[in-house]
Each structure stands twice: as structure tokens, then as C-alpha cells.
């Protein structure tokens, strides 16, 4: 069993950068590839990126490759996604997750955190 617990987010400008982390609990952290997902009013739940069990290996999507950093402190057992040159757009739930693959969709993940809310002004 793991646990998994979301914080940093908070209402920022355009152009700001915010670093969110997710702690886990449990001795098992290091044994699982973690993502970030993220999901805005009304749409659906999209994947923004995955890092494997060791940090070695990342995975965006697109549309945050350049932007937006995953990185994991296995020691802390906390994972971070350093998010910077934030838009309106990316108004979000930000969920961590652990248990699926570096290319799985959000259905194939084990274990979800509650999520923070990001919110970017204009």
C-alpha cells in the first residue's frame, strides 16, 4: 500500500513558476514508477509526466517538454514536477500517482493522491 500526498499549489501570474511535491509513505516508494497527471473544469484527466523508479528515465507529453521538470528524491520518498512559464491554461487539479508505466494513460495507475489546485492568472 502506498499513500500519497499532493502540496504547492496556490494561485500564481502568467510567466511564474511553482515546484509541486508529492510525498509517499510506505517502504515501497522506490519500487514504483510515479507520474503527474493533471485535470482542468471539465475536461478529462491528462498525463503530464512520469519518471521511472531510479529518476534515470523521463516521459512528457509534448506539450510540456521544455516547461516542465519531473524529478524524484527516492531517499525523501517525494517526487517533484517544476513547472515554469505557467499559462491561464494550465489551471489544473495536479494529481501525483504511482504504480503504472512510463507511457501508461491515467487508468493504469495503482495509487493517486488527492490532488492541489494550481490556478494561473492572467
Known amino acids: 500500500q502506498l499513500q500519497l500526498v499532493e502540496s504547492g499549489g496556490k494561485l500564481v501570474q502568467a510567466g511564474d513558476s511553482l515546484r509541486l511535491a508529492c510525498e509517499g509513505s510506505?517502504?515501497?516508494?522506490?519500487?514504483?514508477?510515479m507520474g503527474w497527471f493533471r485535470q482542468a473544469p471539465g475536461k478529462e484527466r491528462e498525463f503530464v509526466a512520469t519518471i521511472s523508479r531510479g529518476g534515470g528515465t523521463a516521459n512528457y507529453a509534448d506539450s510540456f517538454k521544455g516547461r516542465f521538470t519531473i524529478s524524484r528524491d527516492n531517499d525523501k520518498t517525494t517526487m517533484y514536477l517544476q513547472m515554469n512559464s505557467l499559462k491561464p491554461e494550465d489551471t489544473a487539479v495536479y494529481y501525483c500517482?504511482?504504480?503504472?508505466?512510463?507511457?501508461?494513460?491515467?487508468?493504469?495507475?495503482?495509487?493517486w493522491g488527492r490532488g492541489t489546485q494550481v490556478t494561473v492568472s492572467s
Open positions: 500517482a504511482a504504480g503504472g508505466s512510463l507511457t501508461s494513460g491515467p487508468r493504469h495507475w495503482t495509487y
Open positions: 510506505g517502504r515501497f516508494f522506490s519500487t514504483y514508477a
